[in-house]
Nanobody
Framework: QVQLVESGGGLVQAGGSLRLSCAASGMTFSSYAMGWFRQAPGKEREFVAYVSRYGDRTYYADSVKGRFTISRDSAKNTVYLQMNSLKPEDTAAYYC?????????????????WGQGTQVTVSS
């Protein structure tokens, strides 16, 4: 079955960087576009970034544009989220997901499989 495992979260000071990884298995990796979402306590899950099947198209939430970079490595079946210039408001659990299509890439319902999440905490 499809399995997504995120890693790389942690505690970092404001202005710092982290790189999240999402290792995929049980699927043909190049068949799926992928996305990163995040969810802070008491808030709804929100879109962060999207990468197309072959990595030729990327989209970002306005709140992270210019600071975060999504990429994928088909040889490793892994999607990455490089996060720079982190802010306290970036604190959340971060999830990767496989896109199943349908509605907009920024809508959680358009993603079929999800990882368990990795916590990112940014201190001020």
């Amino acid at each position: 079955q499809v399995q997504l495992v995120e890693s790389g979260g942690g505690l970092v000071q404001a202005g710092g960087s982290l790189r999240l990884s999402c290792a995929a298995s049980g699927m043909t990796f190049s068949s799926y576009a992928m996305g990163w979402f995040r969810q802070a306590p008491g808030k709804e899950r929100e879109f962060v970034a999207y990468v197309s099947r072959y990595g030729d198209r990327t989209y970002y939430a306005d709140s992270v544009k210019g600071r975060f970079t999504i990429s994928r490595d088909s040889a490793k079946n892994t999607v990455y989220l490089q996060m720079n210039s982190l802010k306290p408001e970036d604190t959340a659990a971060y999830y990767c997901a496989t896109r199943s299509g349908g509605t907009s890439y920024s809508v959680p319902d358009s993603y079929a499989y999800w990882g368990q999440g990795t916590q990112v905490t940014v201190s001020s």
